[in-house]
């Protein structure tokens, strides 16, 4: 692991992000983040509700509001909650450890919702990567309104330099404060559980493991951090588990969670990086770099071994049953969650609308790169973890399940 700086405070960043984090200006003429057409679920329910073609229907119960509403129409399963308790978002001041923030999401986006605040959506656009949104009531209707303000926080070195995602595990205070000097991590498959989830709550059963979250830290001047917890609780306690949607913010959506938040940046940098190249005369070869990178973080090279993971929430139940599958009935959806978190070490983040939309030349060198590794023409060390069987399962999966997959995969 090493260390970077963002806004002077210490980061601890996993050794395989290798793709560039410089920023890639919003106003080149290859990208117009602002200026630009959106390609989203999030603009399209925009879209309409300002036309009248959609309603929200308001839940009257306290502090649940047009939630359950945003989530039906954006397709975002309720199992999929997470609640994080460190004052780390847009609305902060609101946040404390008795009103968490409670997230949900899909392969596309995540719904957050703090008791007495507003909702906020971020949401992988097709082609300009993160796009912000908040639902706000005007003259007693809601509307969706696209943000910036974001991009303080979401448009960094944590996000590969592109508008993106990021979850963070920081030592956090009774009160909400963040600990960062504790510990601040810029967390995704590769961080060892044991540096995860500060500022989180987190349920399940992940045996005796021992983590950051569920801790809240009474000394806001501590200088070392006290004895954390190990394991977890298999529900939220009272009076959490009545005050939310569901009593749960269940591991192993943390999990997949914090993977997908790495693959969605990785298809933005990508993406962008062929883009602008097509107006500069980008390198090849430090284009093909990044398509490596690209492919090793959905190949999971450098995961993190974790033991045995179970939810209690019935998000993997939900989350598998998405697939696509082959005619064995396997899917890139499913969970090993002992060792390692996916049984097929491909990321299912392959069929998202983001990844088809690359640029024609980046999708090309992605699957060349994925196939030369799959096929074993490739040898590196970095992927000794791929057995045979692994390999020749995903080339089979994906022959069953991904269209326009290159013929050479035949």
């Not at 679920?41 to 009257?60: H, I, N, P, Y």
């Not at 906020?120 to 809601?142: C, H, N, S």
């Not at 501590?222 to 298999?234: F, N, W």
Request: glycine letters at 8%; aromatic letters at 10%.
């Amino acid at each position: 692991m090493r260390w970077l700086s963002i806004a002077g405070i210490a980061v601890a960043a996993c050794a395989h992000a290798q793709l560039d984090g410089s920023l890639i200006s919003l106003e080149h003429a290859a990208i117009g983040y602002r200026s630009q057409p959106l390609q989203n679920s999030v603009a399209d329910l925009q879209e309409r509700l300002a036309q009248g073609k959609t309603e929200l229907a308001f839940d009257a119960r306290p502090g649940i509001g047009y939630l359950p509403a945003v989530l039906r129409e954006l397709g975002v399963p309720v199992e999929s909650q997470l609640l994080v308790y460190s004052k780390t978002s847009l609305q902060q001041r609101l946040i404390v450890p008795e009103r968490p923030r409670a997230l949900y999401f899909n392969d596309s986006l995540a719904v957050g919702a703090v008791q007495g605040g507003i909702i906020e959506i971020a949401v992988q656009d097709a082609k300009q990567g993160a796009v912000f949104y908040t639902l706000e009531r005007v003259a007693e209707a809601p509307r969706l309104q696209r943000q910036t303000a974001c991009l303080g926080c979401h448009y960094a070195y944590a996000t590969l330099g592109v508008p993106g995602f990021f979850a963070r595990s920081v030592p956090t205070a009774s009160d909400g404060q963040i600990l960062p000097w504790l510990g601040n991590a810029i967390v995704d498959h590769a961080t060892p559980l044991a540096e995860r989830w500060g500022g989180w709550y987190v349920t399940g059963d992940i045996g005796s493991q021992g983590h950051y979250g569920n801790a809240l830290i009474s000394d806001n001047r501590a200088q070392a951090l006290p004895t954390l917890p190990t394991g977890v609780p298999e529900r939220l306690p009272e009076p959490l588990a009545t005050s939310y949607l569901r009593p749960y913010s269940d591991a192993v959506a943390h999990l997949v969670f914090e993977h997908q938040l790495g693959a969605m940046n990785v298809l933005t940098r990508v993406g962008w990086e062929y883009r602008v190249a097509a107006v500069e005369s980008g390198t090849a070869a430090f284009l093909e770099r990044s398509v490596e990178d690209a492919v090793d973080y959905f190949l999971f090279v450098d995961e993190t071994r974790i033991e045995h993971v179970r939810g209690t929430s019935r998000f993997a139940e939900a989350f598998e049953a998405r697939g696509p599958r082959d005619d064995e009935g396997r899917s890139l959806r499913k969970l090993q969650l002992d060792g390692r978190l996916m049984r097929y070490p491909l990321s299912y983040m392959i069929y998202s609308t983001a990844f088809d939309a690359l640029p024609a030349e980046a999708r090309d060198a992605i699957y060349r790169r994925l196939w030369a590794v799959l096929s074993g023409s490739v040898e590196d060390a970095r992927y000794a973890r791929l057995s045979k069987a692994d390999r020749d399962a995903i080339v089979e999966i994906l022959v069953a399940t991904k269209s326009g997959l290159p013929d050479y995969f035949r």
